[in-house]
Structures are given as structure tokens and as C-alpha cells.
């Protein structure tokens, strides 16, 4: 009887090999070691180191480079710019940001962010491609026009300057077996409508790409798309929270160093997590009698608003006003 091979597992090996032969870099791309948070399941924080990783090693692999390795090589290098910034959303708080209908019309080059790159680890199954699974996590980059960014050497020779021509705001998912899509909105598109499922849906037609390294195709298809639409205004939800939000987002920080000599100290942290004491609303319904039933459970979809205040009312803030469940039961 023949054994069945576990791709999992030969995934695994090729990939440490990697981190072996190019300690240097990967070193940068996994700076820190977090700590598990309990009671949810994510993927392994070093899905976003070895995106990372994969990004360079193409980036210089590549005879003719063109958008998607630019595209790509880009957020791992500004990724590594800022300590590689990872966020971990809690259960709850990733359920109502799915739930949440984005604000109407966002300036992608205007809006406040945290770092002008970072990812966010989301729970397995709250964002699914209906082909390549969960979502592991989603990230993004913003470069301005005129900026540029070192994009370091595999072999730890010379790095390669990036230099942006134009802005652009860069949105990546990877999926649990490192399928990667992105899309980059340019100077031409910089106001991007989050609530017109038809102009998000042409964009990408436009804009989006699969990575070379996990797609025999870079054409879109129409999960990756629903897919991307999702992650997109996931991302724009989440940024809009840690902005209007700020009790909601825990930094990080350093739990322990351990010598491991001759080599720097091993460095293990508590990461960034976003909703950790939020809990999920629920509007709960009794029946009114024993021959009528409870009625069927449904979200109540949350929304951005913005609310007049200070003198004559002439100034705005932005409020949200949070999804819940209605009735019914809950998984």
C-alpha cells in the first residue's frame, strides 16, 4: 500500500529550507516571535514572514519585473521598514467588522493609518475564498508619489531602491495554502466608493493580480474576486476602528528576551491585538406564545456615521454604530 503524501508537510520543509539559506533575510521578515493569544485559532504568524520572503526571493528571481513582483516586493520592504507591524483581531470584533457596511466613499491616500504597511492575522474562517479556503490574513501598503523604499538583497548584497512614480494604496490576502491576491488603487482612482459592489468588482478587473508564485493565472477569477471585495473593505473597517476606536487596539509588547548566543537575543512578544475585551451584541426575542415560534436570528448590519458637534454643530465626528444579533441563535 502506497503512502499518501502530505503536501502540507513538503510545504513546510521547502519553506524552512528557505529561512535556512537566507537567515539574513528572514530574520528581518520575522524579527519577533508572539505569543499564541488563546481561545482563537489563527495560522502561524510566519505566513506573513514567509509572504514576505517569497515577495524578495521573486522580486530578484524574476528577469523582467513587472507590477504584481513590484507590487509585492514593495509591501514586504515596507513591511520590514516599520518591524513588520502584525495585528491580531479578536473573534468578536473580526465577526462585526464583516458585518459592518464600509463608510460610503473613502480617500485611500487621505485616510489615517496606523503605519503606512501592515497585516492583519484574522481568525481561521472569518474571510474564506470559496476555492483556496480560509484567510489567514490581509494587508496593505501606502506609497506616496516621489518616495521610495530599500528592498534588501536576498544574499545580504546591495539592496534595490524602489522609487513610486506615483501614489498608490496596495490591499494583499493570502489564503491558508498561499494563494495571494492584491490589488493596487492608484492616483487615478484614489476615491474609491466602498458601497458599489459593481465599480469595486471593474476596478479589479482593471487593477488586481494573483501572485506569480501561487497562480498559474493572473486573471482574476470571480471567487478571487468576491474574495478581494471582502478583504478590501475588512481592511478599510479595521483602519477606520483603530482611528475612531483607539481602546479597542492593545500594542505590543516585549514579554521576554532569551540569549542565543553568538546570534542576538530571541525576542518574544505579546503582538498587537485589536477587539480583545469587545463581545458581540445580541437583541434576543421570547416567543410570545407556545404556537408561535421564536423569530429566525439575523444580523443587524452595523455602519459608519458622521455625527454634527461643537459650535453650531459645524464640526463631525465619526461613530460606529456596531452590528448585532437578532433573535434566534448564534453560533
Known amino acids: 500500500m502506497t503512502t499518501p503524501v502530505n503536501p502540507w508537510a513538503e510545504y513546510r520543509e521547502a519553506a524552512e529550507a528557505i529561512e535556512r539559506t537566507f537567515a539574513g533575510l528572514w530574520k528581518r521578515c520575522y524579527p519577533r516571535r508572539y505569543r499564541e493569544i488563546g481561545g482563537t485559532r489563527y495560522d502561524s504568524p510566519k505566513t506573513v514572514a514567509r509572504s514576505m520572503m517569497d515577495a524578495i526571493l521573486n522580486f530578484y528571481a524574476t528577469e523582467r519585473v513587472g507590477q504584481t513582483e513590484q507590487s509585492e516586493a514593495m509591501w514586504a520592504s515596507m513591511m520590514m521598514r516599520y518591524g513588520v507591524p502584525v495585528y491580531y483581531l479578536s473573534h468578536d470584533i473580526a465577526v462585526a467588522l464583516t458585518q459592518t457596511t464600509p463608510a460610503e466613499v473613502l480617500d485611500c491616500m487621505q485616510v489615517k493609518l496606523p503605519f503606512d504597511a501592515a497585516a492583519f492575522m484574522l481568525p481561521v474562517n472569518t474571510l474564506v475564498h470559496k476555492e483556496y479556503g480560509s484567510i489567514s490574513f490581509v494587508a496593505y501598503t501606502r506609497n506616496l508619489q516621489g518616495s521610495s523604499v530599500d528592498c534588501p538583497h536576498p544574499n545580504d548584497k546591495a539592496s534595490f531602491k524602489l522609487n513610486l512614480k506615483n501614489d498608490i494604496f496596495t490591499i494583499f490576502l493570502r489564503t491558508a495554502d498561499g494563494h495571494t491576491l492584491h490589488w493596487t488603487y492608484n492616483n487615478t482612482i484614489r476615491m474609491v466608493d ?138
Open 194 to 331: 466602498l458601497r458599489n459592489d459593481a465599480e469595486l468588482t471593474e476596478l479589479q478587473e482593471k487593477y488586481s493580480h494573483s501572485s506569480v508564485l501561487s497562480a498559474l493565472s493572473q486573471h482574476f477569477t470571480p471567487d478571487d474576486i468576491e474574495a478581494m471585495v471582502a478583504a478590501i473593505k475588512f481592511i478599510f473597517n479595521t483602519i477606520l476602528l483603530m482611528t475612531h476606536k483607539p481602546e479597542l487596539v492593545e500594542a505590543a509588547r516585549l514579554l521576554k528576551r532569551v540569549k542565543n548566543a553568538p546570534e542576538k537575543p530571541i525576542e518574544y512578544w505579546q503582538p498587537h491585538i485589536i477587539g480583545r475585551t469587545y463581545k458581540l451584541r445580541y437583541e434576543h426575542h421570547e416567543a410570545t406564545g407556545a404556537t408561535h415560534a421564536s423569530p429566525r436570528g439575523h444580523w443587524v448590519s452595523g455602519f459608519w456615521r458622521e455625527q454634527p458637534h461643537g459650535p453650531q454643530r459645524s464640526l463631525r465626528k465619526t461613530l460606529w454604530l456596531e452590528p448585532y444579533w437578532r433573535g434566534g441563535k448564534l453560533d
